[in-house]
């Protein structure tokens, strides 16, 4: 593997969890990863318990949820670390690993949400642009086509590190086609 090719490696990249402490995806190496950027002041907030409720399902098999709280869209991820974190254990009863509050668009975005959107530029509507026309009806554009198109977007990362899937906001965690392409990773 070339030095620029493990530079970019999703396992590589510094993260740091909700708490503080240093840490990357190669802790999970080897599971299936569901990516999400997420907000606790969004009308898909209630996005949540449904994340919850796959984690549980199927963290057995070796899928791991990974929320980011990112305040990029609407101002809707505005509390502290800690006020994130309390919110989403008390309301939610989220358990699936959380991370630092995070950019996810725009010069401040964050390496790994860099290397997620250069791996999988578009996210899949399965033909449904209902959700972004309803953001556009509210003169909310993306400026490029490759930028994430609001919080709950999805991010699915197979065994070896590679971003195999990309999934607008409105594609529900129980949806059946992101439960069949969380599955055909899972194996």
């Keep these: 593997m070339s030095t620029a090719a ?7 990249i510094p993260l740091r969890r909700i708490d503080g402490s240093p840490t990357t995806l190669g802790e999970f190496r080897g599971k299936v990863l569901l990516i999400v950027n997420v907000a606790s002041k ?3 907030t209630p996005q949540y318990e ?5 984690y549980e399902s199927r963290r057995d098999r070796g899928l791991v949820v990974l929320g980011f709280p990112a305040n990029d869209f609407g101002a809707q991820e505005p509390g502290t670390n800690e006020e994130i974190l309390a919110f989403c254990t008390s309301t939610y009863g989220v358990q699936f690993p959380m991370f630092e509050k995070i950019a996810v668009k725009g010069p401040e975005m964050h390496p790994l949400y860099r290397a997620l959107v250069a791996a999988f530029p578009r996210a899949e509507d399965f033909g449904d642009d209902s959700f972004e026309k309803r953001l556009e009806s509210y003169g909310i554009r993306r400026e490029s086509p490759s930028d994430l198109l609001w919080n709950f977007e999805k991010f699915l990362v197979s065994r070896d590190g590679r971003v195999i899937g990309r999934f607008i906001p409105g594609i ?7 439960l069949a392409a969380i599955d055909a990773a899972l194996g």
């Design 50 to 54: 449904a994340l919850e409720k796959l």
């Design 6 to 12: 493990a530079s970019v490696s999703l396992y590589d």
């Design 172 to 178: 529900a965690p129980d949806d059946p086609r992101l």
């Design 42 to 44: 969004c009308g898909l």
